[in-house]
């Protein structure tokens, strides 16, 4: 199974492309921006691929984003990023009350687990890995995977910065735009009631792996300068690879990304319907728009002539 996350390992980090999860150098915008234009008779669609991370090169808008930001007068990010929505996404990755990770995941995984953030943390956020064990105990497995995706950029998370999907939506509400979701807290959160806790598990087991040895495949450093490249190529790579188990493999791809690709098509088209005069900016995750059946094969097949902005 590939993996790339943020501390060095792509099945975690895979989420940092796909989820909307709650500045290191000298801000750089886009060689070559993740931006598809599109149109069905007069309704005009922007679709950006995005990453889900607070650096403040991601952050730096490209001037053709920019400028189709600014034309729009809806916005949409994959959940509503509403304080009341990220309210319900925090709830949403935790356990119920009487359940503990360490109970499903067994002692030894969950002891893995706890090493690796706490190893992190001593020395990002020293005041808060000895409080750690019992945070990660009471997340669901996929929501604990998907942490080890944002570790490295917890001192950034701490000082408040936010990621580029949320910082879109926020200045789209002070310019007085429209806002939305392409999916509900639920349906995102919900993803992953499709694999069962041992499954669950195994994805985990495969992210620790990928992050107690590193080198055996892209860094976390690797995925934003490929982001900031616009290479959608290598970006798509985050999906490819020779998988430890294909049938899993092929199951996280279907689940976490085409299925979602499909829903997001169909939410679009359904704002076209009600506005069809509107124009509309998509701001999501990039796996979404480079990945297979991705957003905007699926939205030509529905009738929009749509094509990559050249830089």
Known sequence: MPRITATGGVLAAILALVLALPARPAARAQAAPLLWLGQQGTHRVALFGTIHVPDARVLALPPAVKAAFDRADRVVTEIPLSAQSQAQMATALLLPPDQRLRAIIGEARFARLHARVRAVLASKAPEIAPLVGGMLDRLKPWAAMAQLATLDYLPDLLAGR?????????????????????????????????????????????????????????????????????????????????????????????????????????????????????????????????????????????????????P
């Open 162 to 310: 936010t990621s580029l999907d949320a910082t879109l939506y926020a200045d789209a509400e002070k310019a007085g735009k429209a806002v939305g979701g392409l999916e509900t807290v639920a349906e995102q959160a919900g993803t992953f009631d499709a694999f069962t806790p041992e499954e669950q598990g195994r994805l985990l087991d495969e992210a620790l792996h990928e992050l107690e040895t590193p080198g055996q495949s892209a860094t976390g450093a690797q995925l934003v300068e490929w982001y900031l490249a616009g290479d959608a190529e290598k970006l798509a790579t985050a999906l490819a690879g020779t998988p430890d188990d294909e049938a899993l493999a092929k199951k996280f791809e279907t689940e976490v990304l085409v299925k979602r690709n499909h829903r997001m098509a169909s939410r679009v088209d359904a704002l076209r319907r009600e506005a069809p005069a509107e124009t509309l900016f998509v701001a999501v995750g990039a796996l979404h728009l480079v990945g297979p059946e991705n957003l905007p094969q699926l939205l030509q097949v529905g009738g929009y002539a749509i094509s990559r902005v050249q």
